[in-house]
């Protein structure tokens, strides 16, 4: 059987104290503009991935986000409500919406 390669992480924690320093001062200094150059197509392709998996999942047709206004106390007991029941406000509302249009 094969043995699992160690993490990251658990690499860096293997090192010892003087080590690791000198593994944070090289990040800790950044990049020198010098090294700079562009992304390779690879590179690019990983980094447009990245970006996609930004922001919120798109549901249905995806979201738009919208200004309303409601009396505060109302506000109050409907946050209360979707923290008790492990909901986004936006949940709730979405929720809400498609109960009053289905009857």
């Known amino acids: 059987m094969k043995k699992k390669s160690p993490s990251p992480i658990e690499e860096f924690l293997a090192l010892s104290d003087a080590e690791k320093e000198a593994e944070y001062e090289k990040y800790e200094k950044g990049i020198d503009p010098a090294e700079w150059r562009p992304l ?7 980094w447009a991935k ?3 998996r930004m922001g919120r999942p798109v549901v249905g047709a995806g979201a738009k986000p919208v200004s309303i206004t409601l009396e505060r106390g109302l506000l109050k007991r409907a946050d209360r409500f979707a923290k008790r029941h492990k909901l986004k406000r936006s949940q709730m509302i979405a929720k809400g919406l498609e109960l009053l249009m289905a009857g």
């Open 40 to 46: 390779t197509p690879a590179e690019r392709k990983l």
């Open 50 to 52: 990245a970006k996609r």
